[in-house]
């Protein structure tokens, strides 16, 4: 929704970039997902809109936040994701339960799968991106946030070992990063305390963002962070050059973790749960409606 809160005077250019700016919303918006600041941020810089430095990402956002008090730019395209409230959970009546509790019932559909998977994001900025296909493939989404702490990756351990028949099957994590000298080494990090803490049979499978797809999209550089500890063997291996992982189109990053997994799964086993849960849906329908007439 566009709601006016102050009054605004804009200077031609920044009107044209807030023109952009509700081409690029509208876009999103009809794939039902929500831009972070730093989202919108990659698209002006891939579409050669902006330079892609610090004072540009700075410029851009003060104009966003003008523009949305001005009643130009809908409030509800971009979101926050570091700072959501925990809203507890209420309903109008026993209807509206049942019909939450259908729409959230799923039987544990990987149970039947040849292995076990996950979906794990560097950053909390994709989370929105990411969530509803988590959800689709019925994946737990982990946001680390840069390199994880102990007790998230003994936690995440303890998970996949229950989740992966106590160990007896292969998991998998299908991982998105920034392609920087901490990005690419995340994966060995990941793997290796993942399986000191238990996780035996594991693999790490980086889906994003990695140099062929630097290649292929052409997403905006930055110069490697030559403080990191990791940079000179980064440098040495890419060039002085880091990619992040926002600068791909959310539908680029759709179609990659679907590949992923759709790769991964047994779809006619998959397919036989789904059946099984439309079933108990109807059932719980049907006890509805007996409850009501």
Same mark, same amino acid.
């Given at each position: 929704?566009?709601?006016?809160? =102050?009054?605004?005077?804009?200077? $031609?250019?920044?009107?044209?970039?807030?023109?952009?700016?509700?081409?690029? +919303?509208?876009?999103?918006?009809?794939?039902?997902?929500?831009?972070?600041?730093? !989202?919108?941020?990659? !698209?002006? +810089?891939?579409?050669?809109?902006?330079?892609?430095?610090?004072?540009?990402?700075?410029?851009?956002?003060?104009?966003?936040?003008?523009?949305?008090?001005?009643?130009?730019?809908?409030?509800?395209?971009? %979101?926050?994701?570091?700072?959501?409230?925990?809203?507890?959970?209420?309903?109008?009546?026993?209807?509206?339960?049942?019909?939450?509790?259908?729409?959230?019932?799923?039987? $544990?559909?990987?149970?039947?799968?040849?292995?076990?998977? %996950?979906?794990?994001? %560097?950053?909390?900025?994709?989370?929105? +991106?990411?969530?509803?296909?988590?959800?689709?493939?019925?994946?737990?989404?982990?946001?680390?946030?840069?390199?994880?702490?102990?007790?998230?990756?003994?936690?995440? #351990?303890?998970?996949?070992? =229950? #989740?992966?028949?106590?160990?007896?099957?292969?998991?998998?994590?299908f991982y998105l990063g920034d392609h920087d000298p901490s990005g690419e080494d995340m994966v060995r990090d990941i793997e290796t305390r993942l399986v000191e803490f238990g996780c035996s049979d594991l693999t790490v499978t980086k889906i994003a963002l990695t140099m062929a797809q630097v290649d292929e999209y052409d997403p905006p550089p930055n110069p490697a962070k030559i403080a990191d500890p990791r940079a000179k063997a980064y440098i040495e291996k890419f060039g002085d050059s880091s990619w992040e992982v926002d600068a791909l189109p959310p539908d680029v990053l759709a179609q990659l973790i679907r590949d992923a997994f759709e790769a991964a799964i047994d779809v006619s086993a998959l397919d036989e749960i789904k059946e099984q849960e439309e079933a108990d849906k109807q059932w719980l329908k049907d006890k509805l409606k007996e409850r009501n007439t």
């Open positions: 929704m566009k709601r006016k809160f =102050r009054s605004v005077n804009f200077r $031609p250019d920044s009107l044209g970039k807030i023109s952009k700016m509700i081409e690029i +919303v509208a876009e999103y918006q009809k794939q039902g997902l929500r831009l972070t600041a730093r !989202q919108l941020y990659y !698209q002006f +810089v891939s579409r050669d809109l902006i330079p892609n430095v610090p004072t540009e990402y700075k410029k851009l956002t003060a104009l966003l936040t003008d523009a949305r008090y001005a009643g130009l730019v809908d409030w509800s395209a971009i %979101e926050d994701r570091g700072r959501v409230p925990d809203v507890p959970s209420e309903w109008s009546n026993i209807e509206s339960l049942v019909q939450s509790a259908l729409y959230a019932y799923r039987l $544990p559909r990987w149970n039947s799968q040849p292995t076990y998977a %996950e979906l794990w994001v %560097e950053k909390q900025a994709l989370a929105g +991106v990411l969530a509803p296909l988590a959800r689709e493939f019925h994946v737990p989404l982990m946001v680390n946030k840069g390199y994880s702490s102990a007790s998230a990756m003994y936690e995440s #351990a303890e998970r996949i070992v =229950r #989740a992966s028949d106590d160990g007896s099957k292969p998991a998998t994590i």
